[in-house]
């Protein structure tokens, strides 16, 4: 078994990464980082931004490059953005450096959550539950290959959820 001085969350967007990533930063009284908002600290611009002139493979340049620097740290609180696990660095360094959680949500709960959150490129289309679904088909596999546990954030409330990942963290310290 490994030992874990981070953790990582992993999941769709709008499952609750950011959300549950400052819950559990707060209980462990450790730096919070959201891969996504560091890149827009860093560049300066938004990530549609940098979608509209970079498309997705810029944008997934600079996130791998976000994600090797923030694995480099030493207790932390990581929220990833949903397609981090794309590529096979990324996951790599996740696996590697920290302990790994997929946040699993239902489509339905996660179009009610992003139904009027116009800063996902991904989901700026005619039918943004087909997206959803295609990207889930897609990531599933990969997220749980990459994880050490899994919570379902979509049912479960928020404080039974922070509590089954912190209890499960502990096992890997």
Do not use: H
Not at 88 to 107: A, D, M, T, W
Not at 147 to 167: E, H
């Amino acid at each position: 078994m490994k030992q874990a001085n981070n953790i990582y969350l992993i999941g769709l967007m709008g499952a609750g990464k950011t959300t549950m990533g400052k819950k559990l930063a707060q209980a462990l009284q450790w730096p919070f980082y959201d891969s996504d908002r560091v890149i827009e600290e860093t560049t300066g611009v938004s990530i549609p931004m940098i979608f509209e002139y970079e498309g997705e493979e810029g944008f997934r340049d600079r996130e791998q490059e976000i994600i090797s620097y923030l694995t480099g740290l030493d207790q932390i609180v990581m929220a990833t953005g949903g397609g981090a696990i794309l590529r096979p660095e990324n996951r790599q360094k996740l696996q590697q450096n920290g302990f790994v959680v997929y946040l699993e949500c239902s489509i339905e709960r996660i179009l009610q959550r992003t139904r009027r959150d116009t800063q996902r490129p991904l989901l700026q289309t005619e039918n943004p539950r087909q997206r959803l679904e295609q990207l889930l088909q897609e990531r599933e596999p990969l997220y749980r290959e990459c994880a050490d546990f899994s919570v379902d954030t979509g049912i479960m409330q928020s404080k039974a959820a922070l509590k089954a990942i912190l209890t499960e963290f502990k096992k890997y310290r």
